[in-house]
Nanobody
């Protein structure tokens, strides 16, 4: 069993920055892809960014150039650095771990979610 614990969500003004963290515990050696998703009220959960165990990344077009995903394998932690935040980035952000590819992650485990609110 794998547990994912997220932190870092907050209220921030437009143009500001936040860093989300997700620490995994349990048997994660077979999970090659970690990813961040987000879900705004009334909308589907969408992929924001993904990273493989070797460090290859993929980003949604809406966040390219503003968000950076990274991972520390020694700490079993994945990060999402979010810069130049916009009100439309407001959502609950979920960490996920699983298999698949950086373009098509297949999550097996989800975190509980952390709220990011960007005020205009």
């Amino acid at each position: 069993q794998v547990q994912l614990v997220e932190s870092g969500g907050n209220l921030v003004q437009a143009g500001g920055s936040l860093r989300l963290s997700c620490t995994a515990s349990g048997s994660i050696f077979s999970l090659n892809v970690m990813a961040w998703y987000r879900q705004a009220p009334g909308k589907l959960r969408d992929l924001v960014a993904a990273i493989t165990s070797s460090g290859s990344t993929n980003y949604a077009d809406s966040v390219k150039g503003r968000f950076t995903i990274s991972r520390d394998n020694a700490k079993n932690t994945v990060y999402l650095q979010m810069d130049s935040l916009k009100p439309e980035d407001t959502a609950v952000y979920y960490c996920a771990a699983g298999r698949g590819t950086r373009f098509n992650p297949v999550p097996n485990y989800w975190g509980q979610g952390t709220q990011v609110t960007v005020s205009s």
